[in-house]
């Protein structure tokens, strides 16, 4: 069987060691197609060049990786009609876990924090001594960690709005909708492609919650009947958060004096994994216990260390308007110095600019393409830097921000125009607070 595997990242790699080691392909007969000219597995084929991707056509099987939606190929095909013609041979490392997983499954998507949510829940049905795997979207391919022939009893997956959108048919036991903000809209070709994307699972889904916030949006699009089956949470009546305690129907089941982790937003996600203990009946203890010591992920609202008599405060998976504001918002007034990236997407940046007002955060350092947008939001009684050199940021921010105050690393959105992603970002403003 001719087979491609379209983009060859970290999940292409991983489905090439999975055929491979499954001896259910040949390498010779599997191709890598990739616009970069890369380094590939020996006895398989490369096709790389602008074109690439109207390959596609003489392969039996496309296999893609998860960021390759609908639309980036539909964007990339020399005529748009290809796609009808190929679109029935794509198949994908979610659909395979699909159309062979047997146990229980928890999926967890929203725009953001959907990552730290996916970690307690899963270090929960750990600490319960239950036999369950994670699986991150851009973090842990599903052929690395799932045993297929020795599946684990449940499965966390953040799942993403590109994995959702490809699917064909699918099921899902557990659903958990947070957050939903203008994102991603170049990949989908607009917002309401984004959400439509996103909400396939109210369509596939045994039980859902969905965070009252959600919920609003959510009703005020299209989907007010389908809502009507939901588990809200965040609000007052359900699973919630209100003086300092954790309530299930008003009920004080927890208490947060001992919760390690950051953000008052993370209380409302808390409410989530208390949902899920509530419903697979896992003692609330278990819990309590992850809660006690998990301080969160790294890169997201990351106490690096007190250097230069600074805190520094590495928060790079932040790529939304909404978590600089959340991130501003735990901090206050004591962030003196914010790493800033803008990009136009359908952002509302309103809300960081109202707080950077709020809590006096003198200090901007303004990456490509920031500095024809910011000026129009603030005045010259603030202190800029205008560059794209991580190294030179770090040092104007060890100048320039007051002893014991906080530069915060939030970006807001994300720094492709100058690295390849927030991997590298977080590495370079690492590397050089611990190095200038």
Same mark, same amino acid.
């Given at each position: 069987?001719?087979?491609?595997?379209?983009?060859?990242?970290?999940?292409?790699?991983?489905?090439?060691?999975?055929?491979?080691?499954?001896?259910?392909?040949?390498?010779?007969?599997?191709?890598?197609?990739?616009?970069?000219?890369?380094?590939?597995?020996?006895?398989?084929?490369?096709?790389?060049?602008?074109?690439?991707?109207?390959?596609?056509?003489?392969?039996?099987?496309?296999?893609?990786?998860?960021?390759?939606?609908?639309?980036?190929?539909?964007?990339? =095909?020399?005529?748009?009609?290809?796609?009808?013609?190929?679109?029935?041979?794509?198949?994908?490392?979610?659909?395979?876990?699909?159309?062979?997983?047997?146990?229980?499954?928890?999926?967890?998507?929203?725009?953001?924090?959907?990552?730290? %949510?996916?970690?307690?829940?899963?270090?929960?049905?750990?600490?319960?001594?239950?036999?369950?795997?994670?699986?991150?979207?851009?973090?842990?391919?599903?052929?690395?960690? %799932?045993?297929?022939?020795?599946?684990?009893?449940?499965?966390?997956?953040?799942?993403?709005?590109?994995?959702?959108?490809?699917?064909?048919?699918?099921?899902?036991?557990?659903?958990?909708?947070?957050?939903?903000?203008?994102?991603?809209?170049?990949?989908?070709?607009?917002?309401?492609?984004?959400?439509?994307?996103?909400?396939?699972?109210?369509?596939?889904?045994?039980?859902?919650?969905?965070?009252?916030?959600?919920?609003?949006?959510?009703?005020?699009?299209?989907?007010?009947?389908? =809502?009507?089956?939901?588990?809200?949470?965040?609000?007052?009546?359900?699973?919630?958060?209100?003086?300092?305690?954790?309530? %299930?129907?008003?009920?004080?089941?927890?208490?947060?004096?001992?919760?390690? =982790?950051?953000?008052?937003?993370?209380?409302?996600?808390?409410?989530?994994?208390?949902?899920?203990?509530?419903?697979?009946?896992?003692?609330?203890?278990?819990?309590?216990?992850?809660?006690?010591?998990?301080?969160?992920?790294?890169?997201?609202?990351?106490?690096?260390?007190?250097?230069?008599?600074?805190?520094?405060?590495?928060?790079?998976?932040?790529?939304?308007?909404?978590?600089?504001?959340?991130?501003?918002?735990?901090?206050?007034?004591?962030?003196?110095?914010?790493?800033?990236?803008?990009?136009?997407?359908?952002?509302?940046?309103?809300?960081?600019?109202?707080?950077?007002?709020?809590?006096?955060?003198?200090?901007?350092?303004?990456?490509?393409?920031?500095?024809?947008?910011?000026?129009?939001? =603030?005045?010259?009684?603030? @202190?800029?830097?205008?560059?794209?050199?991580?190294?030179?940021?770090?040092?104007?921010?060890?100048?320039?921000?007051?002893?014991?105050?906080?530069?915060?690393?939030?970006?807001?959105?994300?720094?492709?125009?100058?690295?390849?992603?927030?991997?590298?970002?977080? @590495?370079?403003?690492?590397?050089?607070?611990?190095?200038?």
């Amino acid at each position: 069987m001719k087979t491609a595997i379209l983009w060859f990242g970290l999940e292409g790699q991983s489905t090439y060691k999975f055929l491979t080691s499954q001896q259910w392909v040949s390498p010779s007969d599997i191709t890598i197609i990739d616009e970069k000219d890369i380094q590939i597995p020996q006895w398989s084929k490369l096709i790389s060049w602008k074109l690439c991707f109207d390959a596609i056509v003489n392969f039996d099987v496309v296999r893609r990786s998860p960021w390759i939606t609908d639309t980036i190929i539909k964007k990339k =095909l020399s005529d748009i009609d290809i796609f009808d013609v190929v679109k029935e041979k794509f198949t994908s490392q979610s659909q395979y876990f699909f159309d062979n997983y047997n146990g229980y499954s928890i999926w967890i998507t929203w725009t953001k924090w959907k990552s730290t %949510i996916s970690m307690m829940t899963y270090l929960t049905l750990m600490e319960s001594w239950l036999k369950v795997e994670l699986v991150w979207n851009v973090w842990k391919p599903i052929m690395d960690v %799932i045993d297929f022939t020795n599946q684990p009893d449940y499965v966390v997956f953040e799942i993403s709005s590109f994995m959702l959108e490809s699917l064909g048919s699918f099921r899902f036991n557990i659903w958990i909708f947070n957050t939903l903000f203008s994102t991603h809209t170049s990949e989908h070709w607009g917002f309401d492609p984004y959400v439509l994307a996103k909400t396939r699972i109210l369509d596939n889904s045994d039980i859902y919650l969905i965070w009252h916030q959600a919920y609003k949006e959510l009703d005020h699009l299209w989907y007010s009947s389908k =809502l009507k089956e939901s588990i809200e949470y965040g609000a007052n009546w359900k699973y919630s958060f209100s003086n300092w305690a954790f309530c %299930i129907d008003s009920v004080k089941v927890l208490w947060d004096e001992w919760m390690q =982790l950051l953000w008052e937003h993370n209380r409302t996600n808390v409410c989530s994994t208390l949902w899920i203990c509530d419903i697979l009946n896992i003692d609330f203890k278990h819990f309590r216990t992850v809660l006690e010591w998990f301080k969160g992920l790294e890169h997201r609202v990351e106490a690096l260390w007190k250097k230069h008599w600074i805190f520094w405060i590495n928060d790079a998976i932040a790529t939304t308007p909404q978590a600089t504001m959340a991130a501003l918002d735990t901090f206050k007034n004591e962030v003196d110095t914010l790493f800033y990236w803008w990009i136009e997407w359908d952002y509302d940046h309103s809300w960081v600019i109202d707080r950077i007002h709020k809590y006096w955060v003198k200090n901007i350092i303004l990456f490509p393409d920031s500095g024809h947008n910011i000026l129009e939001w =603030l005045d010259n009684s603030h @202190n800029y830097l205008e560059t794209r050199e991580m190294e030179e940021a770090v040092k104007f921010a060890i100048k320039h921000t007051e002893q014991s105050k906080i530069a915060l690393l939030s970006c807001w959105s994300p720094s492709f125009s100058c690295w390849s992603g927030f991997k590298e970002k977080w @590495n370079l403003f690492k590397k050089y607070v611990s190095t200038c």
